[in-house]
């Protein structure tokens, strides 16, 4: 096959992308995916999913520079994209709801905010538990009105790369049909990588079980990463991956852990706490400040730690009881936020389920469509990797800043920094699906150039390695991946673990490539090479964390460093925190994919743009195209 732009995923950005671009006059265009309801977008949420954007309501003054300058803030995020995704949030927002999605406005059309983390604005705004699903399931639907192809069952193994040094360029992909095992070939002008975040790296993980990303694919054919350390963590449910974030925590659960046959149940949190209204307040705080944050160092992070204490070290399972209040609950004991909050939202009832029901029913019906009833039983939770702030690096439009042709979008683009405001990715990754498309229709309408000779190399190295017999527990490989990533590249780091999981991972990957795909099915030959695309992705995450750690940057966003010496947390934690070295938060990790090896540099951030710009120039410079000539 042979168009103009290819896009790769389904998600919440690869379809903004396809419907943006085809507004755009694109009809050259294709859309691959392992399935329209398959990927993370669709498949996930929290308590009230939020989307950031412009503030577009109330008295407070805001404006696209004024949110540059809080997502700027947040530290290791170029200027110039923060000022990007700022100003073109309120455009793709509204985009949003002329497609259908419900976010609530009031009698005048106000569409009135709330305060989410990281957030002093009230930017953020929700359609409830599901949004990201919301807003898939209305881009779908423009997707079939506007006849867009689309190929499900099609799993991406490889980009086409031509040319060499700084002549290289992206011209297309390699899918596996997954119905008849066959390869196909798309060459593309423009390939629109819209693969979502790393799901599969890690065994502790939110990520819904279907999503495992393809990051590895764009960093094996030599894409520039960037800010790969920074990642959120956070508390979620296991049974049905979910996260616990907000009024899960604000209703005051009980929080239990038992052996891992379900006996010995204890209220394990009471032996940290000197008094039982400090231990509500933090469980209130944890849902403001869900995701594990240094910053929350001591306060309501700690919650984290003593779960991930419970269950990693003393081996038990840990659950929240929306059954009973936690023992010694006491209304005149909490603090006033916790008592007033709950007061004002009218969620006063006497356990934690009558005032989940009364703050947020949605909340209780969501786990109940997964078989889970909150009301007989208890939901068994970890702290699990939820999304990744870093991924590949791309330009203001988008583009791969050194492999041109590869647009990166979505989560797997690493255009935020070290903490960002809940939300920002829902709207980072709609605001590059329209930069993408915009970029793409004004400089390129042409389909691509065909280049059988990659077609013809690719195919000679499959049909040989198809020709050696494979091993066929892809899953038992998986595990151990997954498994390395959860104890060397969660929220808890050590130098010593780290250096020694890139070994092993390195070796688990020549191990595999070494291998052949021979006798195996369909299914085992696509799970095989994931894995293998995986382990190239752990490999640069573990390298850029080691990076990270060796520079000395110390404890900072979601992940803390224990390597002694550093500051204790808490009597009854071994763990020591490494201080966080500030001037780090000026400058960028960027990670590449050089001689079979990964290396990581840091670089400084570029500043926030400081034009505010002249009508005439500007409608000059759009009128020229002359705007689409400048990429960073």
């Not at 705004?125 to 399931?137: A, F, I, K, Q």
């Not at 944050?293 to 001591?298: D, E, G, K, W, Y």
């Not at 498994?483 to 010593?496: H, I, K, T, V």
């Amino acid at each position: 096959m042979k168009i103009n732009t290819l896009i790769i995923g389904s998600g919440a950005a690869g379809l903004a992308a396809a419907v943006q671009l085809n507004a755009l006059g694109q009809q050259s265009l294709a859309l691959f995916t392992e399935g329209l309801h398959c990927g993370t977008s669709i498949n996930t949420g929290s308590d009230k999913q939020t989307y950031y954007k412009l503030s577009l309501s109330g008295k407070h003054p805001d404006s696209p520079d004024l949110m540059a300058e809080d997502l700027y803030q947040c530290g290791s995020m170029h200027g110039d994209l923060a000022l990007v995704e700022a100003a073109t949030s309120a455009v793709t927002f509204a985009n949003l709801i002329r497609l259908g999605v419900q976010f609530p406005h009031d009698l005048y059309g106000r569409y009135t905010g709330y305060q989410t983390d990281h957030d002093l604005r009230g930017r953020a705004s929700s359609c409830g538990p599901y949004t990201s699903r919301d807003m898939c399931l209305a881009m779908i639907k423009e997707l079939k009105l506007r006849e867009i192809p689309v190929f499900e069952d099609r799993v991406a193994i490889s980009l086409l790369c031509a040319g060499e040094g700084n002549q290289k360029r992206c011209v297309g992909a390699v899918f596996i049909n997954r119905n008849t095992g066959e390869l196909e070939y798309v060459f593309a002008r423009n390939v629109i990588f819209a693969v979502g975040g790393p799901g599969g790296l890690y065994a502790d993980s939110v990520y819904p079980l279907g999503h495992t990303g393809a990051i590895g694919l764009a960093l094996e054919a030599g894409a520039r990463a960037r800010s790969l350390p920074e990642s959120q963590f956070g508390l979620a449910s296991l049974k049905f991956r979910w996260n616990v974030s907000g009024s899960y925590m604000q209703v005051l659960p009980r929080f239990v852990s038992c052996d891992v046959s379900g006996g010995d149940e204890r209220e394990f949190l009471r032996e940290y706490f000197p008094a039982d209204g400090e231990l509500c307040d933090a469980i209130f705080l944890k849902g403001y400040q869900w995701p594990f944050s240094c910053s929350h160092l001591p306060g309501s992070s700690l919650i984290d730690l003593f779960v991930y204490r419970e269950t990693r070290e003393r081996k038990r399972r840990v659950f929240l009881d929306y059954r009973q209040n936690p023992a010694g609950f006491d209304w005149e004991q909490l603090a006033p936020e916790s008592r007033q909050y709950l007061q004002n939202s009218n969620a006063t009832g006497s356990t934690p389920l009558e005032r989940l029901k009364q703050l947020n029913a949605p909340a209780i019906a969501l786990y109940r469509d997964h078989n889970i009833d909150l009301a007989t039983e208890m939901l068994e939770i970890a702290v699990c990797a939820q999304h990744n702030n870093g991924g590949l690096a791309g330009n203001i439009w988008y583009e791969s800043e050194n492999l041109p042709g590869l647009f990166p979008i979505g989560e797997v683009n690493g255009s935020h920094g070290i903490t960002r405001p809940g939300g920002s990715a829902l709207n980072a990754g709609q605001c590059g699906a329209l930069r993408a498309a915009q970029y793409i229709a004004a400089s390129s309408t042409e389909d691509a150039q065909e280049f059988p000779e990659l077609a013809k190399d690719f195919q000679k190295r499959w049909q040989e390695r198809c020709q050696r017999s494979g091993d066929c527990d892809w899953e038992k490989a998986r595990n151990v991946l997954q498994r390395r990533m959860s104890d060397a590249g969660a929220f808890l780091r050590e130098a010593a673990v780290v250096n020694r999981a890139l070994a092993e991972s390195e070796e688990q990957w020549k191990t595999s490539l070494q291998g052949g795909l021979g006798g195996l099915s369909v299914n085992e030959r696509i799970e095989t090479l994931r894995n293998e695309q995986l382990l190239v992705a752990q490999q640069a995450y573990l390298s850029a964390i080691l990076k990270q750690i060796e520079s000395g940057t110390g404890s900072r966003g979601g992940a803390m460093i224990i390597d002694k010496p550093g500051t204790p947390l808490h009597p009854k934690l071994s763990w020591h925190l490494q201080p966080e070295n500030p001037a780090f938060r000026n400058q960028v990790l960027e990670t590449e994919f050089r001689q079979g090896t990964f290396h990581s540099e840091w670089q400084p951030c570029r500043p926030l743009p400081d034009n505010t710009g002249w009508f005439e120039n500007v409608w000059n410079d759009f009128r020229s195209g002359k705007i689409y000539q400048t990429k960073t």
